[in-house]
């Protein structure tokens, strides 16, 4: 086991995990098959977080994950986000797993919970986009930047710029004067000044006065969490449905700035034999949440399956405990910018240094094209170990080393130097942070065979 002391001297070079860090987040798959044993899904009951009595009939490890994905993005789960208790909801559910898979509380207070917070803009509540008296439906035809405050306008003036027009920085700054908030402003070849400015779409609309405006976007309609929020009120409408006249606009949003939103990190503990060396695995369980009361970011790939398999995990090293104790950890706060994982390295419940190496759960949603590991180039000795069982077991077709990334919560416990890969299934890009993220479209193909490689992979660590 001599190489595994010689980690605690491979401290990752933190500049570099500096710059790392600028690189805005991505990971995420997700897919289109058609979803197993439909008979499987059902809703918790309201106000209950009960499991369904059919994960103890699960036949395959593949329909006990979609089980647990079907119930994470359930009813009551309201997409594990800021509205409706969705988020508490989901810890609740998490806990009630880890009790019963014999887990051990880890934290002083004797609890599985660990209570931090964080500001988030929230949306709750009905939100309104009618184009020229068509009510447009929220998530699908339409979103609102989620750094929105809220607005309200019926009978505006409708004013069109095009910013194809728009050759320079002196441009961009002159039409910015021109802007009131007695108009609606309908914002057509936006994509061309960002990327005349060579910014952002968040950091151009954020340099807006406040007032509405729409924004056509000829891509996916993507949503995320916003810890701040910005003068403008925007909505990003689907092209298609955008006339090139538009006669009126109602609209309507409500959002709610929380300074201090409470979350809670989720972690238990199987004690091994050597009760203060840990292996620990990681994912997060919360996800955007609702945007109004209608449109539900229910997270299936990302990252109910990420917790599924967590669950899973568990669940197993909860039956078989090993040589080093087995410490399991669902963090809140991922998508809202890794808040979870950096309150728990500032007040970890173990010294991190004990964790002996960590395996942090992305999307685990289909491996028909395999797994990246991220820092498994980092960290050749355990990337060779898993390759080695997985080209013996051929449990999954293809595993790809990656460099290190600060794309998800692995990164603050990788810059304090404790070991750690980041894992997602490669298959199925087609939805992530749209309202199509849903266990209906979500194949877990192979999700079996990923489990068992996981979990060989963490004995191999003993
Ligand atoms: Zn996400």
């Known amino acids: 086991m001599g190489f595994f002391d010689?980690?605690?001297?491979?401290?990752p070079n933190s500049i570099l995990f500096l710059i790392m860090n600028t690189i805005s987040r991505f990971l995420c798959p997700a897919v289109l098959l058609i979803a197993l044993n439909a008979s499987a899904q059902q809703k918790p009951f309201p106000g209950t977080v009960k499991k369904p009595a059919t994960v103890f009939k699960a036949r395959t490890e593949q329909e006990w994950l979609k089980i647990q994905v079907d119930s994470l993005t359930g009813y009551k789960m309201y997409g594990r986000g800021y509205v409706n208790n969705g988020k508490e909801t989901a810890a609740r559910y998490i806990v009630k797993e880890f009790k019963e898979f014999k887990l051990k509380p880890i934290f002083k207070d004797g609890t599985y919970q660990q209570g931090f917070a964080f500001p988030v803009n929230t949306f709750p509540g009905e939100q309104i986009l009618e184009i020229d008296d068509k009510k447009l439906r929220p998530g699908e035809e339409y979103v609102i930047d989620p750094s929105s405050p809220s607005f309200s306008a019926s009978n505006l003036e409708v004013k069109k710029v095009n910013f194809a027009k728009i050759k320079d920085t002196t441009d961009w700054k002159e039409t910015l004067a021109t802007i009131d908030s007695t108009h609606i402003w309908y914002f057509d070849n936006f994509k061309s000044v960002c990327s005349l400015l060579q910014l952002r779409r968040d950091q151009m609309v954020a340099q807006l006065p406040r007032g509405c405006y729409l924004i056509p976007e000829e891509n996916r309609l993507t949503w995320n969490v916003?810890?701040?929020t910005m003068a403008a009120t925007v909505f990003y409408v689907k092209e298609s449905l955008m006339p090139k006249k538009i006669k009126s606009v109602k609209a309507e949003v409500k959002s709610v700035f929380i300074e201090r939103c409470s979350s809670l990190n989720i972690s238990g503990v199987v004690p091994g034999e050597v009760k203060d060396t840990f292996l620990a695995i990681t994912t997060h369980y919360d996800h955007l949440g609702m945007m109004g009361d209608s449109a539900t970011f229910a997270g299936a790939s990302d990252n109910a399956s990420g917790v599924?398999?967590?669950l899973s995990i568990?669940?197993?090293?909860?039956?078989?405990?090993?040589?080093y104790s087995i410490l399991f950890v669902a963090f809140a706060g991922e998508n809202a910018g890794l808040m979870g994982s950096e309150f728990f390295t500032w007040q970890p419940p173990v010294p991190l240094k004990n964790i002996k190496f960590l395996t942090n759960l992305g999307i685990m949603s289909d491996f028909s094209t395999g797994m990246t590991v991220v820092n498994g180039t980092q960290y050749p000795i355990e990337f060779d170990q898993m390759d080695k069982i997985n080209k013996k077991e051929e449990f999954v077709s293809e595993i790809t080393p990656k460099g290190q990334a600060a794309n998800s919560d692995h990164y603050h416990f990788s810059k304090l130097g404790?070991?750690?890969?980041?894992i997602y299934s490669n298959g199925g890009k087609a939805h992530f942070h749209d309202v199509f993220d849903s266990p209906e479209l979500l194949s877990l193909t192979n999700t079996g065979g990923a489990n068992r490689l996981l979990i060989d992979f963490i004995k191999s660590l003993n």
């Open 418 to 422: 404790v070991p750690a890969f980041f």
């Open 308 to 310: 599924a398999m967590l």
């Open 226 to 228: 916003s810890r701040q």
């Open 314 to 323: 568990a669940s197993y090293f909860g039956k078989f405990p090993q040589h």
């Open 6 to 11: 010689n980690q605690y001297s491979l401290h």
